[in-house]
């Protein structure tokens, strides 16, 4: 698929489950959120047969999120079945607290690739982040997911001022030197009611706080040619990565949409402009009619997002509910 800028659609975001057993400061209030009813979430089938259409109109790569995705009962299941569609690239978007138990099943069921949320690896400041997660957890989930095969294993730290930018950024770099773990650091991005403005922290100063401690060296990344730009240190088995979604926005290469759990179709992470997809797909259409609703949809992706073309303060859905 080819948006009116020239630019290939050939990814999809799909979240499965806008649930979470975490509350992230910079994701959902910790009061939480009023859920979306089960009924109006995708069901097993409607989310197989998005992904074989999507497939046939030029998607090559799905990444599966949330909400925490292992949350979804049957997870497992549902992946074996995407699995199974032939895509170049299936991967999934996690927190990490319940690989321990699903790693291995993950991987039997067809899945190679994972990202793991990971903002500290301080105990205290980790459960001050996620006001419900316990470090161990996730640490134990990584290993697991090392361990059955899982490769690239990719970390993803959200950073912020004042929080974990400083020495969690050199404990979090360290983790690439003795594996092949992939960190990487991204800009926090104020979406939804939570109001993070004052905790933003530009690539550039992150780099530069990293450089103090160590040399980093220009590479290629592990797998793609996602936003990331990527270095190593020396000698390291991983790669350190910068994802910049705000201070050097990659709009004019984004090559993705998103489906959220309730089934709309999300073109830009920061547009609420969104197309029910859910709508047609309970409508008894033909695949065909659903291709063209697609396609029509994509005519109206944006050339840039809302922070570069102005300004805008609060988004009517939280992180959780979107997809990442």
């Known amino acids: ?40 979430i995708l069901s097993f089938e409607e989310i197989v047969r998005i992904i074989k259409i999507l497939k046939e109109l030029g998607i090559k790569k799905i990444r599966l999120t949330g909400g925490e995705p292992l949350v979804r009962k049957n997870i497992v299941e549902l992946v074996g079945k995407i699995t199974k569609i032939g895509l170049d690239d299936v991967s999934l978007t996690t927190n990490g607290s319940l690989l321990k138990i699903y790693a291995e099943d993950l991987f039997k069921s067809g899945l190679r690739r994972l990202n793991i949320s990971l903002d500290t690896l301080n105990c205290e400041r980790f459960a001050n982040i996620t ?12 290993e697991k997911a090392i361990a059955v095969g899982f490769n690239p294993v990719k970390l993803n730290v959200v950073v912020m001022k004042g929080i974990n930018d400083q020495d969690d950024l050199i404990a979090l770099a360290n983790l690439t030197i003795d594996k092949e773990i992939h960190v990487r650091f991204i800009e926090i991005m104020p979406i939804g009611d939570n109001d993070q403005k004052d905790k933003f922290i530009s690539c550039e100063e992150i780099k530069d706080n990293i450089s103090k401690f160590f040399k980093l060296e220009s590479t290629k990344g592990p797998f793609g040619n996602g936003p990331a730009e990527y270095y190593k240190l020396k000698n390291s088995k991983g790669t350190i990565g910068f994802i ?41 259409l033909t695949d065909d009619e659903i291709k063209k609703f697609i396609l029509e949809t994509l005519s109206f992706k944006p050339k840039g997002h809302p922070y570069i073309q102005k300004a805008r303060e609060i988004y009517h859905r939280n992180m959780s509910a979107i997809g990442g």
């Not at 290469?253 to 709508?279: A, H, P, Q, W």
């Open 1 to 40: 698929m080819t948006d009116l800028y020239g630019r290939n659609i050939d990814y999809a975001r799909i979240s499965v489950t806008d649930r979470c057993n975490y509350r992230c400061v910079y994701c959902m209030p910790e009061e939480g959120v009023n859920f979306i009813p089960h009924k109006e």
């Open 131 to 142: 006001r419900k997660g316990t470090l161990i957890d996730v640490l134990e989930g990584i």
């Open 244 to 284: 910049s979604p705000l201070s050097k926005h990659f709009c004019a290469k984004c090559n993705r949409i998103r489906i959220t759990s309730d089934g709309m179709i999300r073109l830009c992470l920061f547009s609420d402009v969104e197309y029910n997809l859910k709508e047609r797909l309970r409508s008894n």
